[in-house]
Each structure stands twice: as structure tokens, then as C-alpha cells.
């Protein structure tokens, strides 16, 4: 149900700028308390969405509410109440990790022994304490994206806005910052997460909505996306370059559904050993092969054609 | 419900960021944060009206002799001193408000963050606007008290040059804020001393206006003309109300500079 004071309410929410439509009429509602996600490939209209979403981005046409209120009316009201982790890390290079946060809550008229203290227990939640004093350039990618975070923590938001949080991060720093923003969903914050990483929609997003070309094409669970629009599992085959698509005709009746790609054959089935042994018992023998669990970037190769990361 | 209580009905009437103004001394936070580490900067400043009075005195008050200022013959370095003041008002607001805005916007990306929060551009453009207007201010009290001690001060209205400083710094901190955001590189920047070098020298700087015979007019076009005059004027004690004009003529370019600068931020990072 849609209550009147939730988080996010867009309806034909569209977003152009000349000709080009980056956002095309789309339906989203965010309930209190969710992770909600949108997926999908550069340029499918994610960024410009959050950005309507955070109130630093006019909307073009549709209506937009958050928290109940309208963006251009109560802009300034609704990023009181708001986080915001933006792609790429707006640091303020001129200052140190802790002024940085300081001078933040600063903006949303925390007082300065507030903010100070505000600022000390983020730094420790992201584990930069020893790190406060220090410039920000010398940070490392994953550091600096933690100091973002803590930073959008500074006014106890309602909402907390994470554009690809882990977008340039090596392995390690990924699952730190996922292991927060987990803790953070724990506390009860609304999360809207963008991403082009089906892991990271899977482990971090209850629902989410895949984006292409401005569009929602398919919205769910990330389980129940799986489950209807893919099988359980998948066989991955490869028969060498150029020489995949050939072999389709012979896995008739293998699986739900095939898919060629120039590199490998992706086999949908529910149980990827039996696809596999039926492929050996036809003599049709690949190079290599391999099975795994369906994930959201299958889900999103069926409904598009292609693949989120290229 | 009146206008005032709400802003949706205010944006419809009038553009919403001239009034959009509620937090402007944040920014000015964060320029004391980044200040606070390089106060040497703010003791340099005493050196540039010091080597500029020093040169004058040395040199060209002997040649010159005294100088016709409103009725009242005064040695050169007497006269030519506020002009000084006034245009160093005038570069100090300028490079504040170009260079350094620019920076923020285009590369460090500072304002970005600021907008996501409950601060406005109006927040923004005042409050950076507002910022070099205080560093201009120190500056100015520097000169004065170098003019000073250099015995260049007719009268203790002198006090005075320093509110007229800080008029000449907001209105061309708005103004170099407004073009800045009409730059596109930093090539574009070769256009700023085009335009700051003919007025720092055809404003009444370093002779009288009645020197420019039939084409006074011009001079009154300029900007730090009206600052010259008014920073003169404290030094001579000698107030007339024409004063009203030269304040009238800063304060409206104020205003407009930081009309069009808000606006233009608005429009080049909310989009």
C-alpha cells in the first residue's frame, strides 16, 4: 500500500534534457525501511533518477513526492531529512576527514558541538577514527567512499541515497562498505541504491526495479526476478570463439531457454548437472563448462538482449 | 497563508533563489575552516599596499607635486593613495569570486555536495560572495593602517574607506561570481585583467576626473570609480551627497551580481 508520507512516490516520472529522455515515465514507490534498488547498465537513466529523487535535479514532467512533499516546492525540507552518497566522492579536498563531516552537519544546522560529536562516532561506525585529522586526497578509493558515507550519516537521514556505492572499489573495500550498509538497513534507514552490480542489488536491495533506456523493464525481488524470468541454474558453455552458435540446435530441448553469446552458451535449466550430462550423453562436448546459480544479470540479459557490464 | 510563509506561492511570482538566501554564513564556515590553517596569507597581505605607497612616495609625489582634489590641493601620494586602496578592493574581490569559484565548480565539484544538503545556490553565491568580501575587508584595514603610518591620512574619517572597501568588494565579488559562471575554460580567464587593468587605470585612480576633460562621462561608467571617490573622500574628510550616487551605483551592481550568480549556479549544477 502507498502511504501518503512514504519515503519516495513517483508516478510518469520523466526526465529529459533537450531531446534526450533519460528517464521515460516511470513508476516507482519506496516504502519506509526498504532497500530499494535500481539496476541497470550506464546510461539507463539511474543517476537522473536519484538525482530528481534528491532534489537537486528539476522534474521534467510526472509527479514526484518524497516523504509526502514536493520537490520544487520543499526542496530544502526534504534534503534536511536526506542522505546522499553520490558517484563519484564530492570531499571537500580542502578540508580534513573530520572537518569534512563537521562543516556538513554544519549545512544542516547541527550545532558545532553536535556536529563534532556526530561526526567522531561515524568516523569510528566506518572505522576511519585514526584517519580524522588527515587530508582526504590521501585516502585510499575505499576510505574516501567510507568518509561519503559517514558524511550522508550526519543528519540521522531518513533517507539514504547511494548512487553505485562500490563503483571503482577493489573486492575488500565492497564488502566492508556492504557489511555498513547492511548494518545501516538493520537501524531502519530507507535505502535507495543504484547499481550495475546484480551482486550487489542481490545482497543489498529487498526490491528493485531493472532500468534500460529510461525505462523499468522488470520489478521484484531479486529472488523473484530470478525465479520468473530465469531457471534456478545455469550451465555455462563454451565451444570457442564464433563456434557457440552453431551448437544451438543440437541442445534442443535442454533446459528452459538458450542463449548465445559470441564468447559462451548459457543454458537455463533447473538442475544444471542434468543439462550438462545430457550434453555429454548427445556428444556434444565443450571446451569448458561450468554451472551456477541464476543471478539478476541473467535476468537482465533476457529482458534486454544484453549484458549490464561489458 | 502569506507569501512569505510559503515559498511554493514566492517561486511563482518571483525567481526563486533571489530570496532563497537562509544559511549564506555556512559557506563562510567553511572558508574560516580552510583559512584558519593559512593565516600567513592573511599577513602577506600588508605587503602589497606597503611596496605600492612606498614606490609612490619615493618617486612620484616629489615629481607631481600637489594635487587640485575637489577644491583642495593635497600632495600626490595623499591623493593617489585611496585610488590604490580602492582597486586593490577591487583585484582582491576579483580574484576571490573568478579563479577560486571557478575551481569549485568545475573541478573540485565543492558546490555539489553544499546543494545536496538543505543549502540553497543563493546559500552559496552569498556566502562565498560574502567570504572574500571579509578577507577584502582585513586587507582594506591592512592599507589603511599602512596609509597611515605612512602619513598619508588628511583626516580621521579615514575610518570610512573601510565600509567603502567593502562596498567595492561585494559589488565586484558579485560581479567576477556572475561571469565566472559564464566561463567554460580556463582560457576564458585572459578576459578578466581585459577588463579589471582599464578600469584600474581610467577611474580617477591617479589624477583627477576633470583631467579627462570632455570624456568624464566614461569614467563614470566605471565601477571603481565610485569606490575611488568615496575611499577619497573618507581620506579628506570631505563628504558631499554625492556620495549617495557613488553607494547607490555599488550596492544595485551587488544586487545584480548576486541575482545573476545565483541563478546561473542553479542552473549549471541542478540540472
Keep these: ?310 | 497563508m502569506s507569501v512569505l510563509t510559503n515559498p511554493a506561492a514566492a517561486t511563482r511570482i518571483v525567481p526563486a533563489v533571489v530570496f532563497d538566501v537562509r544559511r549564506p554564513q555556512r559557506m563562510i564556515e567553511r572558508s574560516a575552516f580552510v583559512y584558519r590553517r593559512s593565516w600567513l596569507v592573511i599577513v602577506t597581505g600588508f605587503f602589497e599596499p606597503l611596496f605600492y605607497l612606498l614606490s609612490i612616495r619615493i618617486g612620484l609625489s616629489a615629481l607631481v607635486g600637489d594635487v587640485d582634489a575637489g577644491g583642495v590641493l593635497v600632495p600626490y601620494d595623499q591623493f593617489v593613495a585611496p585610488g590604490l586602496m580602492a582597486a586593490s578592493a577591487m583585484n582582491g574581490a576579483v580574484f576571490d569570486s573568478t579563479m577560486n569559484v571557478f575551481f569549485k565548480i568545475k573541478v573540485s565539484k565543492t558546490y555539489d555536495a553544499v546543494l545536496a544538503t538543505p543549502m540553497s545556490a543563493g546559500d552559496v553565491a552569498v556566502g562565498e560572495i560574502g567570504f572574500a568580501v571579509i578577507r577584502g575587508a582585513l586587507y582594506s584595514t591592512a592599507f589603511m593602517l599602512t596609509m597611515w603610518g605612512l602619513g598619508m591620512v588628511q583626516s580621521p574619517w579615514i575610518v570610512m574607506s573601510v565600509p567603502a572597501c567593502i562596498l567595492i568588494g561585494f559589488a565586484f565579488a558579485s560581479l567576477g561570481m556572475a561571469l565566472t559562471t559564464y566561463m567554460r575554460s580556463w582560457e576564458d580567464f585572459e578576459y578578466v585583467p581585459a577588463l579589471t587593468l582599464p578600469l584600474f587605470l581610467f577611474s580617477a585612480t591617479f589624477y583627477p576626473i576633470s583631467q579627462y576633460g570632455n570624456y568624464a562621462w566614461a569614467v563614470r561608467l566605471s565601477p571603481l570609480y565610485h569606490g575611488v571617490e568615496l575611499v577619497r573622500a573618507a581620506n579628506l574628510g570631505q563628504w558631499d551627497s554625492s556620495i549617495f550616487g557613488h553607494v547607490a551605483v555599488l550596492v544595485g551592481l551587488t544586487a545584480v551580481g548576486i541575482a545573476v550568480a545565483s541563478r546561473r549556479i542553479e542552473a549549471l549544477l541542478l540540472t
Design chain 1, 1 to 310: 500500500m502507498v502511504g501518503a508520507q512514504d519515503p519516495v512516490v513517483a508516478r510518469q516520472l520523466v526526465k529529459k534534457f533537450d531531446d534526450f529522455v533519460a528517464v521515460d515515465q516511470i513508476d516507482v514507490h519506496v516504502a519506509p525501511g526498504e532497500a530499494f534498488g535500481f539496476l541497470g547498465p550506464n546510461g539507463a537513466g539511474k543517476t537522473s533518477t536519484m538525482r530528481m529523487i534528491g532534489c537537486i535535479s528539476p522534474v521534467s514532467s510526472g509527479e514526484l513526492r518524497i516523504f509526502g512533499l514536493d520537490p520544487e516546492a520543499d526542496g530544502r525540507k526534504i534534503r534536511a531529512r536526506m542522505g546522499v552518497v553520490p558517484q563519484l566522492d564530492q570531499l571537500d579536498n580542502e578540508l580534513t576527514v573530520m572537518e569534512n563531516l563537521v562543516i556538513y552537519g554544519r549545512y544542516f544546522d547541527l550545532s558545532r558541538r553536535d556536529a563534532r560529536a556526530k561526526a567522531a562516532e561515524l568516523l569510528d561506525f566506518v572505522q576511519l577514527t585514526e584517519r580524522a585529522d588527515s587530508k582526504v586526497e590521501p585516502l585510499s578509493g575505499g576510505q574516501q567512499r567510507r568518509v561519503s558515507i559517514a558524511r550522508s550519516l550526519i543528519n540521522d537521514p531518513d533517507l539514504l541515497l547511494l548512487d553505485e556505492p562500490t563503483t571503482g572499489l577493489d573486492p575488500q573495500a565492497r564488502h566492508v562498505l556492504w557489511d555498513r550498509l547492511y548494518m545501516l538497513k538493520e537501524r531502519g534507514a530507507t535505502q535507495i541504491i543504484t547499481t550495475h552490480f546484480m551482486d550487489e542489488a542481490e545482497q543489498l536491495c529487498d526490491r528493485l526495479v531493472v532500468m534500460d533506456a529510461g525505462k523499468i523493464v522488470a520489478e521484484g525481488s531479486p529472488q523473484g526476478l530470478i525465479a520468473e524470468h530465469v531457471r534456478r541454474e545455469v550451465l555455462e558453455v563454451r565451444f570457442g570463439h564464433g563456434r557457440n552458435e552453431e551448437q544451438v540446435e543440437k541442445l534442443d530441448g535442454i533446459g528452459g531457454r538458450i542463449e548465445a553469446l559470441p564468447d559462451r552458451l548459457l543454458i537455463y535449466a533447473d538442475d544444471g548437472e542434468a543439462a550438462l550430462s545430457e550434453l555429454h550423453r548427445r556428444e556434444v562436448v565443450p571446451e569448458s563448462s561450468l554451472i551456477r546459480r541464476s543471478s539478476l544479470e541473467d535476468v537482465f540479459l533476457k529482458l534486454t538482449g544484453r549484458t549490464l557490464v561489458e
